[in-house]
């Protein structure tokens, strides 16, 4: 049986290539994906600060790589652990799948429907020109948010399911922003992890 589903979904976006396959972690591999990363992931919580006050920043984080290389956003550091074998391998197939190479995974924990990430773009200078993005979804679904910088009429949104495989590339992300907006509804925890090349 094979394990990853590659049923692409091309969004038509100006300025951008978006992919998604819904269902590319079967339902009980996801499942187990998310319990093993959340148990032996070591979660740091970094404060932010906006005009001028210190706030936790809304969501767990972690830096994946075998470089060592650090990355940097916000004003904020994250210092690498080793890729374990699990990790290394789904880089690997997530690779292949979307022709690109990443030395890099950044996961996010959301808890609940109180963390969130704001409007933003993965264009800091370490990832290069016109980077490609891979974001896995595991655990509760969220709705991730897209609008193009200048054309204030593309706005979009999609549900982020369980097992899902998003893929941002060509100028999306010179062109386009993007967020995880808090909600209201009872949210269970999600783990999302960005596949990225950093320089």
Same mark, same amino acid.
């Given at each position: 049986?094979?394990?990853?589903?590659?049923?692409?979904?091309?969004?038509?976006?100006?300025?951008? #290539?978006?992919?998604? /396959?819904?269902?590319?972690?079967?339902?009980?591999?996801?499942?187990?994906?998310?319990?093993?990363?959340?148990?032996?992931?070591?979660?740091?919580?970094?404060?932010?600060? /906006?005009? $001028?006050?210190?706030? !936790?920043?809304?969501?767990?984080?972690?830096?994946?790589?075998?470089?060592?290389?650090?990355?940097?956003?916000?004003?904020?550091?994250?210092?690498? #652990?080793?890729?374990?074998?699990?990790?290394?391998?789904?880089?690997?197939?997530? #690779?292949?799948?979307? !022709?690109?190479?990443?030395?890099?995974?950044?996961? !996010?924990?959301?808890?609940?429907?109180?963390?969130?990430?704001?409007?933003?773009?993965?264009?800091?200078? #370490?990832?290069?020109?016109?980077?490609?993005?891979?974001?896995?979804?595991?655990?509760?679904?969220?709705?991730?948010?897209?609008?193009?910088?200048? /054309?204030?009429?593309?706005?979009?949104?999609?549900?982020?399911?369980?097992?899902?495989?998003?893929?941002?590339? $060509?100028?999306?992300?010179?062109?386009?922003?993007?967020?995880?907006?808090?909600?209201?509804?009872?949210?269970?925890?999600?783990?999302?992890?960005?596949?990225?090349?950093?320089?």
């Amino acid at each position: 049986m094979d394990l990853f589903s590659t049923k692409k979904t091309h969004l038509k976006l100006p300025d951008a #290539e978006l992919t998604y /396959i819904a269902d590319f972690l079967p339902k009980k591999k996801a499942e187990n994906l998310f319990e093993s990363l959340k148990k032996n992931t070591n979660w740091q919580q970094d404060t932010i600060s /906006i005009f $001028g006050k210190t706030y !936790n920043q809304p969501r767990l984080t972690a830096l994946f790589n075998n470089t060592g290389k650090t990355y940097s956003y916000s004003n904020i550091t994250m210092y690498p #652990e080793a890729f374990s074998k699990e990790l290394l391998e789904l880089k690997q197939t997530i #690779e292949k799948i979307s !022709n690109s190479k990443f030395n890099s995974i950044l996961l !996010n924990l959301y808890r609940n429907g109180q963390d969130s990430n704001g409007w933003h773009a993965d264009n800091e200078k #370490e990832l290069g020109t016109n980077p490609t993005i891979a974001s896995l979804s595991l655990g509760a679904d969220r709705v991730f948010h897209f609008k193009h910088r200048q /054309i204030k009429s593309e706005r979009h949104k999609i549900t982020l399911a369980n097992g899902s495989l998003l893929i941002m590339s $060509g100028a999306m992300q010179h062109n386009w922003l993007h967020q995880i907006p808090k909600t209201k509804k009872i949210i269970k925890e999600r783990i999302n992890l960005t596949f990225r090349q950093i320089y």
